[in-house]
Nanobody, 116 residues
């Protein structure tokens, strides 16, 4: 089993930047693909970006493409999400996800709030 812990959320103004980090612990050698999801109030959880075990970004949501960058450092057991040019529509709880031995693992979530 693996455990995921997110950090880096907070409040920023429109146009600002934040960097989210997800530290993976436990049986880290079993971890495969990773991803970031988000859930805004009253909406379903949606995929933001995903990355392969080897650190190759594979998919970005249309709404964040060109503004967000997912990265991975397997030596540090981290999956990061750099978020630039943020807008109020990006306000949500952001969750780290990892697949390990065909099991889904989620972090507890970190709040991102973008004001006008």
């Amino acid at each position: 089993q693996v455990q995921l812990a997110e950090s880096g959320g907070g409040s920023v103004q429109t146009g600002g930047s934040l960097r989210l980090s997800c530290v993976i612990s436990g049986k880290t050698w079993t971890v495969g693909p990773g991803a970031w999801y988000r859930q805004a109030p009253g909406k379903e959880r949606e995929l933001v970006a995903r990355i392969t075990r080897g650190g190759v970004p594979r998919e970005y949501a249309v709404s964040v493409k060109g503004r967000f960058t997912i990265s991975r450092d397997n030596d540090k057991n981290r999956v990061d999400l750099q978020m630039d040019n943020l807008s109020p529509e990006d306000t949500a709880v952001y969750y780290c996800y990892a697949s390990a031995q065909e099991l889904d693992s989620w972090g507890q979530g970190t709040q991102v709030t973008v004001s006008e």
